[in-house]
C-alpha cells in the first residue's frame, strides 16, 4: 500500500506560479506511475498529467500542456507538478494518485491510491 500526501496549493493570481507536491511512503514508489487529477466545485475529477515509473514518458491534459510540468524524485519519493501561467479555470483541489500499472490511461479508475488533495485557487 501506499500513502499520498500532498502539499503546495494556495491561493494565486492568473498568470502566476505553483509547485505542487506529493510525498509517498509505503511500498517502493518507483514501482507506480504517478498521476495528477484535478476537481472543480460541481465537476468530475479530471485528468492532468502521468509520469511513468522511471519518469521518461510523460503525459498531459490538452488544456495544461505547455503550461504544466509533471516531474519525479524517485530517491525522494516524491512527484512533482509545476504549474506557470495559472488561469482561473485551474481553480480545483489536485490530486495526485499512483498507478501499479503501465498503461496509460486518462481515466482515474486507473489509479489504485489517492491523496487528500490540496486546494489551488487562482485569482483574477
Known amino acids: 500500500q501506499v500513502q499520498l500526501v500532498e502539499s503546495g496549493g494556495g491561493l494565486v493570481q492568473a498568470g502566476g506560479s505553483l509547485r505542487l507536491s506529493c510525498a509517498a511512503s509505503g511500498r517502493t514508489f518507483s514501482s507506480y506511475a504517478m498521476g495528477w487529477f484535478r476537481q472543480a466545485p460541481g465537476k468530475e475529477r479530471e485528468f492532468v498529467a502521468r509520469i511513468s515509473r522511471g519518469g521518461v514518458s510523460t503525459y498531459y491534459a490538452d488544456d495544461v500542456k505547455g503550461r504544466f510540468t509533471i516531474s519525479r524524485d524517485n530517491a525522494k519519493n516524491t512527484v512533482y507538478l509545476q504549474m506557470n501561467s495559472l488561469k482561473l479555470e485551474d481553480t480545483a483541489v489536485y490530486y495526485c494518485?499512483?498507478?501499479?500499472?503501465?498503461?496509460?490511461?486518462?481515466?482515474?479508475?486507473?489509479?489504485?491510491?489517492w491523496g487528500q488533495g490540496t486546494q489551488v485557487t487562482v485569482s483574477s
Open positions: 494518485a499512483a498507478d501499479q500499472g503501465t498503461y496509460y490511461s486518462p481515466s482515474p479508475i486507473q489509479y489504485e491510491y
